[in-house]
C-alpha cells in the first residue's frame, strides 16, 4: 500500500540553513462543544476497552481508533497504553507502530505513514501557545511521520513537523525542523549526526518492523551528505 504526500501535510519550501522549515502554526479557537464531548466519550472508551486490552490485540485497539473516525492500515499496531488525544484526528499507515506510552497530541492531523515506527513515551505535538501575545492562543499545525521512519524512545517531535522517509529521530530528541529522507538526527534541538546506509534489499525491509537489516555512518567533519 503506497501513501501519496498529503498536500496538508507537505513540507515548506522556505529553506532554513540545511534543513527545511516546518509548516507555519495556524491560530486557531479552543476546542467546542462537539470536540468536548467526543473526546469524552472516547476517554470512556479507552478507559474501559482500550487500555486494558490484551498487549496483542491490535486488532482491537484498530477498530475502537476506527469507531472514532481514526484512519487505521492493516496491521498497523497501536499499543495499549499509548495515548491518543482525538482519534479523528490520527491515521496510520500499514504495520505503522504507535509504542506503549506514546502520547500522540492530535489537536491537528498526525499522519504516520506505511511501516514508520513511535516507540515508547515518545510526544508528538501538534499544538502549543503563541508566546508573543498576552493571552496565549492555541496554535497549531500537521504532523507527518514518512515511511519507514523511526521516531525512538521519548523523542519531541513540535507542530508542523515533517520527520520524511526513512529518517530516524534519535532517543529523547526535540526536532524543531524538518528531517530530510533517510537523515538521522539527535539532540537538542536535533541536528543530522549521519545518514542511513541502507540497501536495496534493506530499504525493502525497512516497512517491515523494527528489526530490518539497517545502518547509519556517522558524517564527519567537511563532509556533504551529498556523498552518501
Not at 509504542?99 to 511501516?115: K, L, M, T
Request: overall charge neutral; aromatic content about 8%.
Amino acid at each position: 500500500m503506497q501513501h501519496e504526500p498529503s498536500p496538508a501535510l507537505a513540507s515548506s519550501e522556505k529553506d532554513f540553513g540545511t534543513l527545511p522549515c516546518r509548516l507555519p502554526l495556524e491560530e486557531r479557537p479552543p476546542p467546542g462543544f462537539a470536540n468536548k464531548i467526543g473526546r469524552i466519550l472516547w476517554g470512556i472508551i479507552y478507559v474501559l476497552l482500550f487500555r486494558p486490552s490484551p498487549r496483542t490485540c491490535h486488532g482491537w485497539r484498530r477498530f475502537l481508533l476506527r469507531c472514532f473516525g481514526a484512519v487505521i492500515g492493516k496491521g498497523a499496531m497501536p499499543y495499549r497504553q499509548a495515548v491518543v488525544w482525538a482519534p479523528w484526528n490520527l491515521t496510520m499507515g500499514d504495520r505503522s507502530v504507535m509504542g506503549d506510552g506514546v502520547d500522540c497530541y492530535c489537536v491537528a492531523p498526525i499522519r504516520i505513514d506505511e511501516g514508520a515506527i513511535v516507540s515508547q513515551r515518545a510526544y508528538l505535538c501538534s499544538a502549543s501557545h503563541d508566546y508573543n501575545k498576552r493571552s496565549f492562543p492555541l496554535v497549531t499545525a500537521p504532523i507527518h511521520i514518512g515511511r519507514g521512519a523511526w521516531v525512538a524512545a521519548e523523542a519531541f517531535v513540535g507542530p508542523g513537523i515533517t520527520v520524511e522517509e526513512g529518517a530516524v529521530v534519535a532517543a529523547r530528541s526535540v526536532v524543531t525542523k524538518n528531517v530530510m529522507p533517510w537523515e538521522v538526527v539527535a539532540g537538542n534541538p536535533a541536528k543530522p549526526i549521519g545518514m542511513r546506509n541502507v540497501t536495496s534489499e534493506s530499504a525493502s525491509a525497512a516497512t517491515e518492523g523494527p528489526e530490518s537489516d539497517v545502518r547509519f555512518r556517522i558524517v564527519q567533519p567537511g563532509e556533504s551528505f551529498d556523498e552518501h
